[in-house]
């Protein structure tokens, strides 16, 4: 399947969250500052849009239960979380963020 663009790199401030649609699907995209990370658009605790939560650079917490996940891990659950997030492989082309798959 070929990349989707999804937003420009200037949509997302650094440790900014912003949630996008492509093919359907809500995605939470995540600037990192050295990298783009893309998620799941909802907790998968209760539903919670994740773009609502903060990140810090590695973990991205959902604030309404204060579960949390560690991106640069491929979405890993920290702390209080029971469920590992799902990623989506994402590309940055000049000034575009590109959805991989």
């Avoid at 999804?6 to 995605?27: A, H, M, W, Y």
């Avoid at 959902?62 to 659950?77: A, K, T």
């Amino acid at each position: 399947m070929e990349p989707t663009a999804i937003c420009k790199v200037t949509d997302i401030p650094v440790n900014g969250l912003k949630q996008f649609e492509s093919n359907g699907r809500k995605v939470c995209v995540i600037n990192a500052g050295d990298r783009f990370f893309a998620c799941q658009a909802a907790c998968p605790h209760e539903g919670t849009a994740l773009c609502d939560g903060v990140f810090d650079g590695e973990v991205l917490t959902c604030l309404e239960h204060l579960w949390q996940w560690s991106l640069r891990e491929g979405g890993e659950p920290r702390g209080l979380a029971a469920a590992p997030l799902e990623m989506y492989p994402v590309e940055v082309d000049a000034d575009t963020v590109y959805l991989k798959g």
